[in-house]
Every structure is written in C-alpha cells, then in structure tokens.
C-alpha cells in the first residue's frame, strides 16, 4: 500500500512523532517500569527492554509513588510555564504517548503496562468487531443508544490491569466516575473519589502513612486541563490559569508529604496520557449520513437484543429501531479514524478515498503492523480485528467526524501524530528525606 509512504516521510523529517521508534522514552516504557518495581514482572520486553530498564532506574529506590495523570497536559502547556515552577524544575524528559493519543488507550495502557496494539482498546469509539458493537468505551456504554454494554468486561479489556494487584494500591478518580465499570476494571483495589481535585491533598499522605515501611502505588487522574482544550482551544487563557491551578495543588500536595519523607521513601511522578491542538476546521470532514462513504463500510448490528422465541416485536416503530441498529461508521476517534470496510469493496474504497479526501491519507492495518504504530510487537490478534482495515490521517489539524457526533463545535482535539499531540512530560518530584 503505498499510501503508507506520506506517513513515513512525516515521521523521518520529524513533523509526525513515531509512538515506538523514537530515542525518547515511551509512556509504555514508564509504565512497565512501574509494573516491574511493584509486581515485580519481568521488564525484558523486546524491543524496548533497554529504554523500560532505564525508566525503572528512575523510580527503583522508592517506596511510595504518587502517580499523577493531567489530562492533556502534554509538552506544549509544560513548556509554557515559568522556569521556577515545580512542574518545570523537576522536569526531567519528554516522553512519547501512545497511538492513537487519547484518552481511551492512554488509560488503559495505563492500567496494563501495554500498547494499544496489544490492549485492544483503540478510542473513544471503540469497535468491539468480535461482537458487531460499537461502543463509547470509557463509559462502557453502545455508541449508538447509550444503553450499558451486556458483554464481560473481560471480553471488552482482554489485557489484565497490574494496577488491580499491585500491593496497596490506591485509584483517586472523580466522585461520578468512582463506581462505574471501566474504574473498576482499572483498579479493583482500593478507589477514593473526589468532588474537587484539591481533596488529594488530604487523600494521598493518609494512604501513604497507613503503609509506611511498606510499598504503594496510588494514583491521581484529573480531567483538566483536557476539558478546557476541548472546549475552548489550547491557546485559551483559560487554560494557561488550569494548568496554574493544578501546578498549585501538585506544590501543595508536596509539602503535605514532607513530614512523611523522613520516614519512607517518596516520590511524586506527573506526567499526562496526551497533548492537545486547537481544531483546524477548514480542513475537517463532518459526514452526512447521505455521504458515499458508507457504500464501502461494513454494516454490522450495533445491538443485539435478546428476545424470547415468539415474542418479536411488531409495529412500525420497532421497524425503524431495527434499521437504525444496522450501521457502521469510522470507529476510534477523529484525528486519526479507523475503517471496516465490506468484503471485497477494499480496492473501491482506496479509490474512492483518495478522490473524495484529498487531504486525508489511508494506511492499511497492515502496514500500521509492520510500522508499529500502535505496539512495539506483533499487535494480538483481538486488537488487529477491531482495527478493522484502515486508518486515515491529514498533515493538517483537520478532524474526519462521523455523522451525530457533534464535533462542529469543538476548538481542540488529540489522537493524531503532531509533536503536540503525541509529546508528554515526566516530572518526578523526590520528597525530601530530611
């Protein structure tokens, strides 16, 4: 497919960020260290063994680690803050987040230690194509109805969260999100929810001293400064004073743990699962659901109703449920779309792309294998079904928004391959031992 030959050249003149062909560290490599230091797992993982080896370096003489996740909070804010603030006086390198760069798979390779390639959990939107559902995946909800997914959790997250056994763990999380079920398959240790991101700063040292001369791994995800992109672009001034906001709360939270250095080793780690660009509109594609493109894409049922022999459901209302079941859009998220296409339609539809988006390239999931775009191995064979059989990208920071998905009015959005997107701090913070 020689529509993979634009990305690459993207990526060898630097103006794409490879996911795992890179000299930087990778997220995965961070989290695997972590994984290593508390479970005590293996970290020889070709091909990053050597790169996950010197992450571990990093954080091996701690006992306590306070992990804390910024949504969105990628290079392009850290960079911006003064010189003699925390988050930029223990900044001790960029890493590379993982592909696509949101939410849904940072979290979840969060969790696992792993790529998406081998997690399976590729956006948002994720398609389940083992069972012909599209899903919103964080929510653990059907894309398209809203109604909780009747599918096992462990069948929707094949890859294990070390999180869930880590010794002495602790998840802190919003309140509305505490009890639901991708929180649960996060961390089925300890959670604690909160009403405001402030309360971590009595939250967290409790923890801790109820474990000193132990070891703990607790971590502490904030929506922000990811929300405020979203809704009102990266240059708003409105997030330069959320990133202040939170800056304070992190300095406030290490001096709480100061009187808890003298007795244990700790260490406050902040890093983010992405960074963020304001939305270039012009060269966005808003589908219509009369749009020629969903003459290639394979139609599935996005619900599967259970009903008793016998008792079909009639009336002209129930016909029309049923057809609004049989559909198929671009699943993963907008910046980087991934496509299903009908059997036999794949050389039509490379055709038909290439003219309809000029602006947009294909790359076949193959090709993504062999690039390792979305893992640093072989993808598992359940992550490469529900990547379906493409993805596209744009140079631009245009988004391919499918049809009810509202994104007109949306300034910022992540996923795709720019340095802002893909490029995130790691910030350790040593407590003090004296």
């Known amino acids: 497919h020689t529509a993979s030959s634009p990305l690459q050249d993207l990526f060898d003149n630097k103006t794409f960020i490879h996911p795992t062909q890179t000299s930087r ?101 994720s398609y389940i194509a083992e069972k012909d559902t599209h899903t919103q995946i964080l929510p653990f909800t059907n894309r398209f109805t809203g109604k909780p997914l009747e599918i096992p959790v462990s069948e929707v997250f094949p890859a294990p969260s070390w999180i869930s056994v880590a010794p002495n763990s602790l998840t802190i999380t919003n309140q509305e999100h505490l009890h ?3 929180s649960s398959y996060f961390s089925s240790g300890e959670c604690a929810g909160y009403q405001n991101f402030e309360d971590i700063l009595s939250i967290v040292p409790k923890h801790i001293e ?25 240059t708003h001034p409105n997030v330069a004073q959320v990133c202040e906001h939170l800056t304070t709360i992190i300095t406030e939270l ?5 009187p808890l250095g003298a007795r244990s080793r700790i260490s406050v780690i902040v890093t983010a699962d992405h960074g963020h660009i304001d939305i270039d509109k012009a060269n966005s594609v808003f589908l219509e659901p009369t749009d020629d493109i969903y003459k290639y894409l394979k139609t599935v049922f996005s619900v599967r109703r259970k009903e008793k022999r016998g008792e079909e459901k009639r009336g002209e209302e129930s016909r029309k449920e049923k057809k609004s079941h049989l559909r ?28 309809e988006y000029p602006q947009w390239h294909l790359v076949s999931i193959e090709e993504a294998e062999n690039m390792k775009l979305f893992s640093d191995s072989e993808m598992s064979p359940v992550a490469r079904k529900r990547a379906g059989d493409y993805f596209a990208f744009s140079r631009t920071k245009g988004i391919f928004s499918p049809q009810g998905d509202k994104m007109e009015t949306a300034v910022g959005m992540h996923g795709g391959f720019l340095p802002e997107e893909m490029l995130v701090p790691l ?8």
């Open 328 to 355: 198929q859009e671009p699943h993963t998220d907008p910046r980087i779309p991934f496509f299903t296409v009908r059997e036999g339609m794949h050389q039509d539809f490379e055709i038909f792309f290439k003219e």
């Open 25 to 125: 560290l990778s997220s995965v490599n961070l989290l695997r260290a972590l994984r290593s230091h508390f479970t005590e797992t293996n970290v020889t993982i070709a091909p990053l063994a050597t790169k996950t080896e010197e992450a571990l370096k990093l954080i091996q003489h701690t006992d306590h680690i306070v992990f804390v996740l910024l949504d969105a909070f990628g290079m392009h804010l850290c960079e911006k803050l003064p010189t003699d603030h925390i988050l930029r006086k223990h900044l001790v390198t960029s890493m590379t987040a993982v592909s696509p760069s949101t939410t849904a798979c940072a979290l979840t390779s969060v969790a696992t230690a792993e790529f998406p390639g081998q997690h399976a959990i590729f956006g948002w939107n």
């Open 254 to 258: 290490v001096e709480k743990l100061k």
């Open 210 to 234: 109820r474990h000193i001369g132990e070891k703990t791994f607790t971590y502490a995800y904030s929506p922000e400064p990811d929300h405020t992109q979203h809704g009102e672009g990266v």
């Open 180 to 182: 639901g079920v991708y």
């Open 427 to 434: 910030v350790i913070i040593p407590i003090p031992t004296k």
